[in-house]
């Protein structure tokens, strides 16, 4: 079982940046791979980024590409997303989640998710 932890969500302006992270329980940390999944209100939730186990590959969402990047601390047993030029409909709830590494892009490929953490955008 793993628990994961995520924090540094908060409000920021259009244009800020703002870094979020996620701790995990596991001792056994980087045999999983680690995602960030978003919910805004009245929508789904969907992919934000990725990485692989070790950290050597990192998937995106087209809509975060270049401006939000996604890395691992092993050692710590966290990961963090690190998001840029943030703008008004990336307002969602952030949702850390630990799995297989499989399929990187979908829900199916996670078995453990935190508790999410709200980031919230204004102009």
């Known amino acids: 079982q793993v628990q994961l932890v995520e924090s540094g969500g908060g409000l920021v302006q259009a244009g800020d940046s703002l870094r979020i992270s996620c701790a995990a329980s596991?001792?056994?940390?980087?045999?999983?791979?680690m995602g960030w999944f978003r919910q805004a209100p009245g929508k789904e939730r969907e992919f934000v980024a990725a990485i692989s186990r070790i950290g050597v590959a990192t998937y995106y969402a087209d809509s975060v590409k270049g401006r939000f990047t996604i890395s691992r601390g092993n050692a710590k047993n966290t990961v963090s997303l690190q998001m840029t030029s943030l703008r008004l409909e990336d307002t969602a709830v952030y949702y850390c989640a630990a799995g297989s590494g499989n399929y990187p892009y979908t829900e199916e490929g996670y078995s453990y998710w935190g508790q999410g953490t709200q980031v919230t955008v204004s102009s």
């Open positions: 596991q001792r056994t940390f980087s045999n999983y791979a």
